[in-house]
Structure formats: C-alpha cells, structure tokens
C-alpha cells in the first residue's frame, strides 16, 4: 500500500504537517507552485486545520534563502556561491532579515512540534523501507510520534510511505 494522495481540493485533516518544500513554496511568491500552495494555507486557516512543523522546516528554509542569495551574488560576482560564502563572511548578515521574515511568518501560521530522542531510529527505518532521503524521512519521524499522518508537500517521495496522507499540488 502507498499513501493516500489528495489534492488541494479534498477533504482536509485536522491537522497537517507542512514539510519544507511547501512551506517555502508558500512564503516565497518566486516559487513554482507558489498560487496553489498560497491558496492551500489560506484553505487551512479558513477551515481551522491545524499545521504543524518540525525542526528541519525552519532548517531547510533558511539555508533554502541562504542559498538562494548566495547563488545570485555568485552569479553577480562570477563565482560559486560557496566562495561567495567564503570570500564575504558577513554576506549572511545582510540578508537575515529575510529569513528572519519567512522564520516569523511560519511561526505565525503554523505550530512547531518538537523531536525527541525515539525519532532517530525511526528517521533510519523509514529510509530503510521506503528508500526516501534522511530529511524527509526526518519530517516523517517528527510528524508520526506525535500522530500526525497527514502532510502537505511538493516532495513525491512522500508518496512512497504507507499510512499517511499526502495533500499536494503535483500532478
């Protein structure tokens, strides 16, 4: 058996864990799917479902922006945005209000849930049985041991584990 897939449209769960390929998608209006996952936050409020997300969300997001910048100034610069790091060591600083901005908006939308100590076995039996990459795996475990089953991604490994609910835009 494989996840239950639901569009946008569908019956909604109570509560929905937002892994971070959406919620970048949601808070950076430069993204593909920007529209409907917009559109999906602002169902979810409108309905009371409550979001949730871990620890690697906030994570994934900010060196997602960080990234992002420093990938442009290379790009400025002519050069790899790793040496971009490296060659402007407060190149971060100045775009942190930035991430600070996305870190606050999804403060403000949706409720984290913090890992614990049984997540760890469970991140590496879910990449075991479902082949899925330690991140999203990581989401998985987080979400699960608070017995959250229902997720809201761009990520179609997350349609690959048995016994969830996966909401998402991709065809």
């Known amino acids: ?77 002519k050069q790899h945005w790793r040496d971009v790091k490296r060659t402007q060591p407060n190149f971060i600083n100045t775009i942190m209000s930035t991430v600070k901005r996305v870190k606050d908006e999804l403060n403000d939308t949706a409720l984290w849930i913090p890992s614990s100590e049984n997540v760890k076995e469970k991140v590496f039996q879910l990449m075991q049985s479902y082949s899925i990459l330690p991140t999203d795996a990581f989401h998985l475990a987080v979400a699960l041991s608070h017995g959250v089953t229902a997720f809201a991604t761009l990520d179609a490994d997350f349609l690959k584990v048995d016994g969830i609910t996966v909401y998402t835009c991709l065809p």
């Open 1 to 77: 058996m494989i996840a239950i897939k639901r569009s946008f449209l569908d019956e909604l769960e109570p509560i929905i864990y937002w892994d971070s390929s959406f919620a970048i998608a949601v808070f950076l209006d430069t993204e593909l799917y920007h529209d409907e996952c917009e559109k999906f936050r602002q169902r979810l409020n409108a309905e009371g479902v409550l979001s949730v997300v871990g620890d690697f969300v906030y994570d994934e997001a900010a060196f997602f922006l960080i990234r992002k910048f420093l990938e442009a100034e290379g790009k400025r610069t």
